[in-house]
């Protein structure tokens, strides 16, 4: 450990976050920081990339293929501030051409947000192998294949983050529903731990959060 002050505590009684205090300077001290962030198309991407963007850190942002997304109307007014990347999560080698077009960069923050729920809605059991497959893919390998390809981009001092999801709980399960959805945040809660037990000697800071229920896209679908 490099003795830097770590504070570990838990969001929605599950998602296990470790956290240096240089998660502060993420949010005060922010003079020409820089982001990747993984998945900006819209929703809470697109909110983080607008809250980064307007407290002056200079932002990459990935969407998905050629199409024109709510990112690229964010960027229109931002100038060299903002850069639009590609990449699909679930493709290896797209992550792997990612890494090379951004060889040189470095990032103070690696944020991986891109996620997807199941649909239709229903218990683990009636979801089709596919389905599970999908979501699972994108939402618990994709985000560890990610850090492990992008994280010598993070500076040393810097932070890598996950976007969870409070329904990825265990101990708050009392309802069911969601459930490849919540299984898939469950796994992927359980592999950041692995990585972060795997590099215990990295000081960089790690974190896994969850935030509130705050898409309306998902209102009654999938809060989180
Ligand atoms: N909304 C909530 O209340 C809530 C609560 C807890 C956790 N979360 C988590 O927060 C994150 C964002 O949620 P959201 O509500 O903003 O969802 P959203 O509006 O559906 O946006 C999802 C984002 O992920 C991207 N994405 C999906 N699959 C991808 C892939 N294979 N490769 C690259 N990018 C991909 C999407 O890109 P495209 O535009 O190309 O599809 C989009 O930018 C997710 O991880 C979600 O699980 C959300």
Redo the contacts with the bound molecule.
């Keep these: 450990m490099d003795g830097a002050p770590r504070v570990g505590f838990r969001v929605s009684g599950l998602t296990e976050i470790v956290i240096r205090t240089t998660i502060v300077v993420m949010t005060t001290n922010n003079s020409a920081r820089r982001v990747l962030l993984?998945?900006?198309?819209?929703?809470?991407?697109?909110?983080l990339a607008q809250e980064w963007l307007r407290g002056g850190w200079q932002v990459v942002g990935?969407?998905?293929?050629a199409a024109a997304?709510p990112?690229h109307e964010l960027a229109d007014g931002h100038g060299a501030d903002i850069e639009i990347e590609t990449?699909?999560?679930?493709?290896p080698e797209q992550i792997a051409a990612l890494r090379e077009r951004l060889a040189g960069r470095t990032f103070d923050l690696l944020f991986?947000?891109?996620?997807?729920?199941n649909e239709p809605e229903g218990t683990v059991a009636e979801a089709s192998t596919e389905e599970f497959v999908r979501v699972m893919v994108?939402?618990a390998l994709?985000p560890l294949r990610v850090i492990e390809a992008l994280a010598d981009l993070v500076t040393p001092t810097g932070t890598i983050g996950v976007?969870?999801?409070?329904?990825g709980s265990v101990a708050n399960n009392e309802t069911g529903g969601h459930e490849v959805?919540r299984g898939s945040?469950a796994a992927l809660n359980t592999f950041v731990r692995s990585y972060a037990a795997r590099h215990r000697e990295d000081a960089r800071t790690l974190v896994l959060m969850?935030?509130?229920?705050?898409?309306p896209?998902?209102a009654g679908r999938?809060?989180?």
């Excluded at 991986?112 to 729920?117: D, H, K, L, P």
């Design positions: 993984i998945g900006a198309s819209r929703g809470l991407g697109l909110a990935t969407v998905r293929g997304t990112l990449v699909d999560v679930t493709v991986v947000n891109a996620g997807v729920t994108t939402n994709s976007m969870s999801s409070g329904q959805y945040k969850a935030p509130a229920g705050c898409a896209r998902w999938a809060p989180g």
